[in-house]
């Protein structure tokens, strides 16, 4: 195993320097000053490299851009010199590198999350044939962040003992001159867990996933309240980066948080008042119809790479017109998805939303289930809508229509997102096996639904571009064959339909259903 860097935080500048010289005294070595040396940590938004347990280094080596992907304890796995930043894995060469960094981070885009400034020095040690065999380096540094922290903020001097790959006992004898001529301790945390301190940046606080807290004897309108705080969280921290638009994910997990408020408010019933379910229901459905297109246009965008594979290698290069095509519509109803939230409307209902979630929960004349018990009302709401599913899902044959599949689906996607709301109510193992089962289900039934969808939209897409004249004819051919794929795919997912249905529908989960919901309805109405 290669061995990691090691930091000891020093005292003063006199010290860091002290320290170098008597390692200098010791090995034979040649110094480098350095002054203003910007690194920039890269992650997502939601934090995935540091939540893998890593950290991507940007730095600036003459015109060259060089990325260091380590383990939060220093360990290195990648170097890669590029041209330039990367903003996503695809900016990168084909190699492990970006193999690796995909399964991570998938299609996020890399952000500057902090920006670290050093000024001091370096010792590299040599060996006879004045090759570094390691490094030991004095840091004096500052750290900002986009947000939090907008002006630099002094990080504790550092003294880091590096080590060079091949040379383990060269490493070992610095550490050893170190420990036993200088009165140093080891830090305790990385440069980068430092950083994050001072700025007051909690990693593990931000995620696309949606987790709500909520006890089983907790008023059913505190309990909605608490998951609806949660969405509109979500809602307005993606807020931002739906409107620079830095990469698909803000709009997708944003119309995520919106449709479940909306489902929230509807399959909740008798918690909230009428009106306020009637209104904001309203709201949140033109909420979610303001950002379908562009959101649509993301996902055809993102298939370009699938579509190009799936066709003969002849046909691929003329799908480039369709890409053309839709990156110019996507950027027209991107423009006009801002104009929605910027709108008096929008303002409006994150406003009166807000105001309305933080309201004191009412003392007397609440609606009929407000101050029941959780528990209670969560179990009867999957009860019955997993009655449903089960009762659409076993009448489905080979003649079943796709308007029937496109409803189940629908009942489905209710289903998870209400064992979702709930999860922490029960135990754990079990609801997790269930919300796994149900996901391979919708998969199923959303790749079937999304291939008919496809096949419609590349159709109408294709007629619009020669309107335009924007296809030629070698464009349509490969359009027609792509759509001749589509068609076969979704014929493969209505065969497996029956497979995936049984699996969910087995007799052990039906069984998990009873045990975790049904006990509960003869108390909850």
């Known amino acids: 195993m290669n061995p990691i860097p090691v930091s000891w935080q020093v005292a003063s500048q006199s010290q860091g320097r002290a320290a170098l010289q008597s390692a200098a ?41 060089v990325l260091r992907w380590s383990t939060l304890d220093g360990v290195a796995r990648f170097r890669l010199r590029l041209a330039a930043t990367p903003h996503f894995v695809w900016d990168l060469p084909p190699g492990p590198f970006r193999t690796d960094l995909e399964s991570v981070v998938d299609i996020r885009r890399l952000l500057p999350r902090l920006e670290v400034t050093s000024r001091g020095e370096t010792l590299h040690v040599l060996d006879d044939n004045q090759k570094t065999v390691a490094r030991l380096h004095f840091n004096e540094s500052s750290v900002t962040g986009p947000e939090s922290a907008p002006r630099p903020l002094e990080l504790p ?68 309240r608490r998951i609806h705080k949660t969405l509109l969280k979500a809602i307005l921290n993606n807020e931002a980066g739906v409107r620079q638009d830095l990469d698909t994910e803000f709009l997708h997990d944003f119309r995520v948080a919106v449709r479940r408020t909306r489902s929230a408010l509807t399959q909740i019933k008798e918690v ?77 209902l994150i406003r009166e939303w807000q105001s309305f979630l933080d309201e004191p929960l009412p003392e007397a004349g609440a609606p009929p289930l407000a101050e029941k018990e959780i528990l209670l009302t969560a179990s009867s709401r999957i009860w019955k809508a997993c009655r449903k599913v089960l009762k659409q899902g076993l009448a489905i044959d080979s003649s079943s229509s796709p308007e029937i599949l496109h409803r189940l689906r629908i009942d489905c996607k ?83 339909f029956q497979r995936e249905f049984s699996k969910f529908a087995c007799k052990k989960n039906r069984a998990r259903f009873r045990v975790l919901f049904k006990q509960q309805t003869t108390v909850a109405t």
Request: aromatic content about 8%.
């Open 414 to 496: 209710k289903l998870r997102y209400l064992l979702e709301f709930f999860r922490s109510l029960y135990d754990e193992d079990e609801i997790g096996t269930l919300i796994k089962a149900l996901k391979h289900l919708q998969d199923n039934l959303g790749d079937f639904n999304d291939l008919e969808i496809q096949q419609d939209s590349l159709q109408r897409f294709a007629h619009e571009m020669f309107q335009e004249g924007l296809a030629t004819g070698e464009t349509l051919m490969a359009l027609g064959r792509l759509v001749d794929r589509l068609e076969t795919r979704q014929e493969a997912e209505r065969q497996r």
């Open 157 to 224: 001097s550092l003294l880091i003992a590096e080590p060079v790959r091949g040379y383990a006992e060269h490493f070992q004898a610095l550490l050893d001159h170190l420990e036993r001529e200088l009165p140093l301790q080891p830090t305790q945390s990385s440069q980068l867990m430092t950083a994050l301190d001072l700025v007051g940046q909690d990693p593990t606080a931000m995620s696309s996933r949606f987790e709500v807290r909520l006890a089983p004897d907790m008023r059913s309108d505190e309990a909605l």
């Open 25 to 65: 005294e010791r090995f034979p070595g040649r110094f480098e000053t350095h002054r203003d040396t910007r690194a920039t940590y890269l992650d997502t938004f939601d934090w995935r490299l540091f939540r893998d347990g890593g950290s991507l280094l940007s730095t600036k080596e003459g015109r060259a851009t």
């Open 272 to 348: 909230y008042p009428p009106p306020v379910v009637e209104h904001f229901r309203r709201e949140f459905a033109w909420l979610g119809q303001a950002t379908g297109t562009n959101r649509d246009l993301d996902v055809y965008l993102l298939k370009m790479p699938e579509y190009r594979a799936s066709l003969p290698e002849h046909l691929g290069p003329h799908l480039e017109p369709l890409e053309e095509f839709l990156t110019r519509h996507q950027r027209l109803e991107h423009s006009k998805l801002l104009e929605q939230l910027d709108s008096a409307r929008f303002g409006r």
